[in-house]
């Protein structure tokens, strides 16, 4: 069974930071892993995807970095707003086409 | 191009009653599939939806069942609601692929928040 863990599961920065959000997952079977960003009480954005082929994704100040052999993805956030404040998601599929979240890691980033 | 739509966006239930939330996906996806989300926690992935036939089910009871629609648009039902099953619950519509790694990804709508009093 399929498992993944976010570190850390909170995380407050002041502005202009540089930061890391780790996602880890035990089967390394995996189709591709996506990255989500969800303000309180919303849905769920999509920020990255990375197909298991693929070894990072990029899209403006977001990076995302994917070793499947290690079950290990990294986003990270360059130069950090505090618009950027919301909990960040990692999912990864596996056989079936669904979906195994991670608990989260909330982001405040502080003026 | 519009996105997954879901409703109602709240929902205040009582305990034992039934209750239906519905989503359309986005336009050119055909697989639909529902997750519960509690508070402070990720998504559990409750069922996926496929020509109109379920394909995958995670570890929710029977009390929870769906459908789709000739459409792709799809609806969740819960029986006997519990005072547990206040809840986000998120459906995402995807393209179904074959398992080669090379399918896309999954959008999401705003979600029901419900309610169970």
């Known amino acids: 069974k399929q498992e993944v863990t976010q570190i850390p599961a909170a995380l407050s920065v002041p502005e202009g930071e540089n930061l890391v959000l780790n996602c880890s997952f035990t089967?390394?079977?995996?189709?591709?892993l996506q990255w989500f960003r969800q303000d309180p009480g919303k849905g769920l954005t999509s920020l990255l995807l990375i197909q298991s082929s693929q070894r990072e994704q990029t899209s403006g100040r977001l990076n995302a970095s994917l070793d499947k052999s290690s079950g290990r993805s990294t986003l990270y956030i360059a130069a950090s707003q505090p618009g950027d404040s919301a909990t960040y998601l990692c999912a990864v599929n596996n056989a079936g086409n669904m979906l195994t979240f991670g608990g989260g890691t909330r982001l405040m980033v502080k003026p | 191009d519009a996105g997954v739509t879901q409703s109602p966006t709240h929902l205040i239930k009582t305990r034992g009653q039934q209750v239906t939330l519905r989503c359309s996906p986005k336009?050119?996806?055909?697989?639909v599939s529902w997750y519960q989300q509690a508070l402070g926690q990720g998504p559990q992935f409750i069922f996926q939806y496929y020509e109109e036939e379920e394909r995958q089910r995670g570890n929710f009871p029977d009390r929870f069942s769906g459908h789709q629609f000739p459409n792709y648009s799809s609806e969740l039902n819960v029986n006997a609601l519990l005072l547990g099953d206040s809840a986000l619950y998120l459906c995402?519509?995807?393209?179904?692929?074959?398992?080669?790694?090379?399918?896309?990804?999954?959008?999401f709508g705003s979600g029901t928040r419900l309610t169970v009093v």
């Open positions: 089967d390394s079977a995996i189709y591709n």
């Open positions: 336009s050119g996806h055909d697989t």
């Open positions: 995402a519509s995807s393209l179904f692929a074959p398992q080669t790694g090379t399918g896309g990804g999954y959008t």
